[in-house]
């Protein structure tokens, strides 16, 4: 590509209405935070490789975070602050763009991206709470039946409790031993 085709596309930028830059940008800004949730999911889930071989796992932490955050923003053609600033800045070197419409790509775009990212940590912030609230009730779940069948075992073996104590203790309404 020439010198002209990114002027081109930088004229075309330099052009956009602001909510249309702003829209874009805020889809790029999720799929770049995307890239990077997966980065740390699958990179980061590999302590084993981590200890035994760095370099490979630095590969992989690094191979599935950026390069799928801009392959999505190049696909679906959304708005990242880096193409902006390199795209419509060649565009006002060459004349063809103002500083003002450098100005308004740069903060309105720049702005959406941070707005995509901040929504993609909180929906990730929040299916980390919904997966912690599953985990919390299966242990919760397998606390109770532990605590009944110890219940239930306590009274075979100990002829002091009564009904209403062992009902309070499979319950989980008291910690403790039967007596």
Known sequence: MSVSHWCAAGVKKANMPVNKIFLLSILSGVHIAF????????GGACPGLAATNPGLQKMIFG???LPFGLMMTLVTGAELFTGNTALVTAAVLEGKASLPQLLKSWIV?????FVGSLFMAAMVRLLRRAQFATDLACVKGLQRSARVEAARLSVSTCSICSASELFLFSSGGEDGACG
């Open 35 to 42: 890239g990077a949730f997966l980065m740390v999911s699958v």
């Open 63 to 65: 191979a599935f975070g």
């Open 109 to 113: 775009s720049f702005s959406g991206n």
